[in-house]
């Protein structure tokens, strides 16, 4: 019988993927910066749009997307975490005879 959750996505399980996680907010900052969105403000347009804007949208939805990408993955490293000590809990009890 199928389950009608979606797939979980595998976990990251890596320390290196929290801080990976912890640095996306100042990778954003970063990337707004006005240095370095001075790189984009010549006269230059993508499908009409001024290139600063396109790059402004475009860092903007690339942070939402992988804030989103890295929050489900280390949900489900937190959730499994979460439902091993609860199993060890509950193992103990069950040693303890109460």
């Given at each position: 019988?199928?389950?009608?959750?979606?797939?979980?996505?595998?976990?990251?399980?890596?320390?290196?993927?929290?801080?990976?996680?912890?640095?996306?907010?100042?990778?954003?900052?970063?990337?707004?910066?006005?240095?370095v969105i001075g790189l984009f403000g010549g006269s230059?347009?993508?499908?009409?749009?001024?290139?600063?804007?396109?790059?402004?949208?475009?860092?903007?939805?690339?942070?939402?997307?992988?804030?989103?990408?890295f929050s489900r993955r280390l949900d489900s490293v937190?959730?499994?975490?979460?439902?091993?000590?609860?199993?060890?809990?509950?193992?103990?009890?069950?040693?303890?005879?109460?």
């Amino acid at each position: 019988m199928k389950s009608s959750r979606p797939a979980r996505p595998a976990p990251l399980q890596s320390p290196r993927a929290r801080d990976a996680a912890a640095v996306l907010p100042l990778l954003g900052l970063f990337a707004w910066m006005p240095p370095v969105i001075g790189l984009f403000g010549g006269s230059a347009r993508v499908f009409g749009i001024p290139l600063i804007v396109a790059w402004l949208f475009g860092v903007w939805l690339a942070l939402i997307a992988l804030a989103l990408w890295f929050s489900r993955r280390l949900d489900s490293v937190d959730d499994a975490s979460d439902a091993d000590s609860a199993g060890a809990e509950h193992d103990e009890t069950e040693r303890s005879g109460h």
